[in-house]
């Protein structure tokens, strides 16, 4: 129904949970750019359980690659540097939401480049940055998919 984009991951254990996450709700998950580990990490595969199978997981090396060819009116870029909730995020089936990596967040030139694609998920107190990323996507997937019933209808 939809794509979860990674870009630049560092943490092989997020990657493993969203990859689990992704294999749960029938989301496709690429992987994109500079990994701070393999795709053989023994603690990303940890992670993600004995789900590796029922997951759609593309590595897409490139990142320049991969930003041509996407859509970026049927993409929505998740950050903590705007105020716009992600709960005012309408999307249709087939858009991608695009992650940044957990120590950068995404490129700040993509972000002021589409700032009509950017949201964020509130947080109430000021103190803390940001949210753990594989929490930050079982947030918005999970939200995007109940608004599809959750893909059954």
């Known amino acids: ?15 493993g949970n969203i990859a689990r996450l992704c ?3 029938d989301l496709e998950l690429v992987i994109v750019g500079k990994l701070g580990f393999t ?7 940890r992670a993600g359980l004995d789900y590796w199978e029922f997951s759609r997981i593309r590595y897409e090396a490139d990142w320049e ?3 041509t060819g996407l859509d970026m009116s049927r993409a929505y870029l998740l950050t903590t540097k705007v105020q716009r909730p992600y709960t005012q995020i309408t999307p249709r089936p087939g858009d991608t939401f695009l992650f940044g990596s957990e120590t950068a967040g995404l490129p700040e030139w993509l972000l002021e480049s ?5 949201y964020t998920i509130p ?9 753990n990323l594989a929490t930050s ?16 209808g």
Do not use: E
């Open 1 to 15: 129904m939809f794509t979860v984009a990674l870009i630049d991951p560092q943490i092989p254990p997020n990657t």
């Open 23 to 25: 294999a749960a709700a």
């Open 39 to 45: 795709l053989s990490d023994k603690y990303l595969k």
């Open 65 to 67: 690659k991969f930003y």
């Open 114 to 118: 589409h700032p009509d694609a950017c």
């Open 123 to 131: 947080m109430k107190n000021p103190n803390v940055r940001s949210l």
């Open 137 to 152: 996507v079982g947030i918005v997937m999970y939200h995007a998919l109940s608004l599809y019933n959750f893909g059954s």
